[in-house]
């Protein structure tokens, strides 16, 4: 039988799309500011740096399930920061990085040959996942686009990357009532829910009760240490909800060997024990965001969404590679929304992961398209 080698089953990575536009920014007198990706620049926290070291020299195998310290401390930062209840040391999970967790998702709950629903503006991993599965993807953003079809699997992102847009708690309800009429899996990726800029609207996990009344069957809720504790190098990440689907995902990854390493464990404990760090980097972020935003809109962009998260979602009303062209030219490089799927073909992504002299660039040469 012929082989079929896994990767023809998935779209071309969109990153190698950006080299030329790369480059062109990369050739700007004073360099290139680099908002294409969300990656952290900030330092990790010096106590989470030494929880990390204290933990190096122990050389049995970490557990996948994680050490009762670490599966305690999410329940409890969980409950703490978001308001979700009801959590036990069996309905956490540590994972290695969230993107791992989204790409295999749907294998290791053994959605195959289904229907795996995602965002029409969404984070790429979302339709990888499905589709290393050998599962059908539909995109939509409400449960009327979906017909008389049941899916297998759902995925949320509120706040979205790479809109920013967040999902109040009535859709959420409305999504977790409709699901649970007809046994689909919800997983709600809420790797940014704690960057909301709004009071208007503010960020809520699928498992507030106030979206799932307390119930979590059926529920998965994807988060991470990347972006909030500048993690993104430690790959720490955790799902919580559903204690059956927890342990079913336990299972499949302890065959697997999928298990985070004994002093990532370690440095998790120590960011999920502390706030005070996290509210820090916001801080930070806050600052960043306000300047960007003046500059897009002094420069005629308008930004759409963009309530919490990482990210501005901004538009010119132009095919989005003319506008990472001509942000290009300038020494600044963005990520295109047609990255997300076809309705981001107008719009750009700049990232807010820039340092503060490096944003402080990009707001004086924004002010050339003014």
């Known amino acids: 039988m012929a082989r079929t080698p896994l990767g023809s089953r998935l779209p071309d990575?969109?990153?190698?799309?950006?080299?030329?536009?790369?480059?062109?920014?990369?050739?700007?007198?004073?360099?290139?500011?680099?908002?294409?990706?969300?990656?952290?620049?900030?330092?990790?926290?010096?106590?989470?740096?030494?929880?990390?070291?204290?933990?190096?020299?122990?050389?049995?195998?970490p557990q996948t399930?994680?050490?009762?310290?670490?599966?305690?401390a999410i329940a409890s930062a969980l409950e703490r920061r978001y308001g979700m209840t009801g959590l036990t040391d069996k309905a956490v999970l540590p994972v290695i990085g969230t993107k791992e967790?989204?790409?295999?998702?749907?294998?290791?709950?053994?959605?195959?040959?289904?229907?795996?629903?995602?965002?029409?503006?969404a984070y790429p991993t979302y339709e990888v996942g499905a589709l290393l599965a050998d599962n059908r993807v539909l995109r939509a953003d409400s449960l009327l686009a979906l017909g008389p079809e049941t899916p297998d699997l759902i995925f949320?992102?509120?706040?979205s990357n790479p809109t920013g847009k967040v999902l109040g708690v009535d859709h959420l309800r409305k999504v977790v009532e409709w699901a649970r009429e007809r046994g689909v899996i919800v997983a709600s990726d809420e790797c940014y829910l704690g960057l909301g800029w709004d009071d208007a609207a503010e960020p809520v996990s699928i498992l507030d009760p106030r979206v799932c009344d307390g119930d979590h069957t059926g529920l998965l809720a994807i988060?991470?240490?990347?972006?909030?504790?500048?993690?993104?190098?430690?790959?720490?990440?955790?799902?919580?909800?559903?204690?059956?689907?927890?342990?079913e995902l336990l299972e499949v990854r302890k065959h697997a060997g999928l298990m985070v390493p004994g002093p990532i464990q370690a440095a998790m404990v120590a960011a999920l024990e502390s706030d005070e760090q996290e509210e820090a980097q916001k801080l930070v972020y806050a600052a960043r965001r306000a300047k960007l935003l003046r500059a897009l809109l002094e420069a005629g962009f308008t930004v759409d969404?963009?309530?919490?998260?990482l990210y501005l979602w901004a538009t010119r009303g132009e095919n989005c590679r003319v506008t990472v062209d001509a942000l290009a030219d300038l020494g600044i490089l963005v990520a295109p929304g047609d990255f997300y799927g076809p309705r981001g073909q107008q719009h750009i992504?700049?990232?807010l992961t820039g340092t503060d002299e490096r944003i402080d660039?990009?707001?004086?040469?924004?002010s050339a398209l003014a």
């Open 156 to 159: 949320l992102n509120s706040p």
């Open 349 to 351: 992504r700049m990232a």
């Open 361 to 366: 660039a990009a707001v004086t040469r924004l």
């Open 101 to 121: 967790a989204i790409a295999w998702l749907p294998t290791l709950l053994g959605v195959r040959d289904g229907l795996v629903v995602i965002p029409e503006v």
């Open 223 to 247: 988060h991470s240490l990347s972006k909030t504790s500048n993690l993104a190098s430690y790959r720490a990440g955790y799902l919580a909800g559903d204690p059956a689907l927890i342990q």
């Open 13 to 61: 990575f969109p990153w190698d799309t950006l080299s030329a536009a790369k480059a062109r920014a990369a050739a700007h007198e004073d360099g290139i500011v680099d908002l294409s990706v969300g990656t952290p620049v900030d330092p990790v926290a010096p106590h989470i740096q030494l929880a990390l070291v204290e933990a190096a020299a122990e050389p049995g195998y």
């Open 305 to 309: 969404n963009s309530e919490a998260g």
């Open 65 to 72: 399930m994680g050490t009762p310290r670490l599966r305690a």
